[in-house]
């Protein structure tokens, strides 16, 4: 019986999951969406907004009061400001360490469920916080950072196996970073 219960729950959490992905899918094909674990709701966004950790809450019909750094739900305080900055500080240094320079990635809490959203005072700061509906407003809100050779490299070093795993410095994958409009050739023209 166990198991089921499991199994269901699992089914429903990728079910929201799918309907999320599809939010920031709807945006175009300037936006990818990255799986870090199958297993788990949380993906990456990159596109031209900049590079988002976005995790997924479920709150049911519950409602959802934000006061600055504080959630509550139904009395509870869940800490899931702290842990979407944990997260995206994780991203953050494991892709700077991959690409040789600070590449930031912007914490993002998406609720899903059917409750309310309710604001005292001011949001989180340098945390996005949507519903899962509002997802394509917040992510287009940012604007465009990003050009699309720049997307296209993130995502190469994102799904680069490689990005992923414990390594020295000495071991990690020697990604070249080149200004928008120059390549590698380029660069061997200018050093001769």
Known sequence: MR???EERANRRLMTQ???VVAQVEL?????RVLDLNPADPDFIAIGPGGIFSVTVCDHGRSKVELAGEVVQIEGRRPPYVQMARKEAQRISDTLSAAAGRRIPV???LAFMGTGQLVYWGKP???CVVSSYRDLRRALDAHGNRLGQPTIDKLCALADHPDTWTNHSNEDAPNYQWYPEGTSAADKSRDRR
């Open 3 to 5: 198991e089921k219960r």
């Open 124 to 126: 989180p700061e340098g």
């Open 27 to 31: 945006l175009g094909p300037q936006w």
């Open 17 to 19: 999951r799918a309907r």
């Open 106 to 108: 912007i914490p993002m």
